[in-house]
């Protein structure tokens, strides 16, 4: 997303929430790597691929809304 947008201001966001993804990856794989399992390659859903792909035609703000859900409806998750 931060390729496609303009905005350097809104690019910068896009490229910290990056950020923090991969601190949660991380986090998540620490586990595994501690018990002695190996996590394996970190690859985008397709889902992901086809948003990613949107985002390059059209800008970031048309797949915006489906990533705000999508991150708000696995956020509650985490809460139950």
């Known amino acids: 997303m931060a390729l496609s947008e303009p905005d350097k201001a809104v690019a ?3 490229l910290e929430l990056a950020g923090v993804a991969e ?5 998540g794989e620490d586990p595994l ?15 992901s691929r086809v948003l990613s792909w949107i985002a390059g ?4 703000q048309f797949i915006l809304p489906t990533v705000a859900t999508s991150e708000y409806q696995n956020g509650n998750g985490y809460l139950q």
């Open 33 to 47: 790597s501690k018990a002695g399992a190996e996590a394996g390659p970190r690859k985008p859903r397709w889902h």
């Open 57 to 60: 035609r059209f800008g970031a």
């Open 12 to 14: 910068r966001v896009y």
């Open 23 to 27: 601190k949660l990856a991380t986090f």
